[in-house]
Each structure stands twice: as structure tokens, then as C-alpha cells.
């Protein structure tokens, strides 16, 4: 057998990932966004209507968990990054109680590859999370 000091390294990292979300799931229905691994939120989105096309105004249902008791915000917005734009909307949010929250007023103006973010201001540093959609 030969040498797996690379393998053992990648196995603690991922440990480390693990451990710093716990056992946290958002709760419902929703597509899991990509977290950074050091985060302590994770975040499921789902729109309405579930398929959405360019031009067609749609609502976006977050759930979070984890660092809940230290939440003070959290912010939606969507850009085309092959682009370097963002909408032309800016959505509002509201806090609709057990780690959810009801975006409202998204709009993609354009056929494409586009980024939902969401943001939680929990502490010094804000998570980002995101999530790409195929827009057509
Ligand atoms: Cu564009």
C-alpha cells in the first residue's frame, strides 16, 4: 500500500466542514444552497412559481438554520456573474418566524445562467450562500 497523506488530509477537512454545520437542515421543501464550509448557516430556497422565466415577476421562500439566536438580517439579491450585472428589482424581505423568510418583487430580465445570493448578517461576518439557476 502506498502513502495516503493527501486522502487523510482531505478526510480531516471534511470532518471540519461537517462539524461546523452540525446536524442543521433547513426544514420544508427547498433546494439546499451552497454554503461556504466554514459557515455556520445552511439555507433551502424554493420559488413561486417553481419554474420561473425571463421576465416573470417570482417570490422566494428561504429557510435557515443554524446561529438562529444570532441572526440580525439576512438580504436576497440575484446577479448574472458571466455578465457582471444584477437585477433591475430590488426585492423586499420579511421574516415570516422559525428561521423563514418570504422574499418578494424578483425578476430575471434575461435568458441565462444566473445567482441567487442570500446573505445572513450573523456576527462579524456575513455567510453568503448561493444557489445558480438556468434562466430561459
Ligand atoms: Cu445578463
Partial sequence: MTCSGPQI?????????????????PQGSGEPMKAPPQGSVRAAIATSPANITVGMPFDVGIALCGASSRIERIAIDATMPAHRHGMNYRPTIVAVGDGRYQATGMLFHMPGRWEIVVTVFAGARPERLTLDMDIR
Avoid at 462539524?19 to 437542515?25: E, I, P, R, T
Wanted: proline residues 0%.
Fill in 9 to 25: 488530509i482531505a478526510a480531516v477537512i471534511l470532518l471540519a466542514a461537517t462539524s461546523a454545520h452540525g446536524d442543521c437542515l
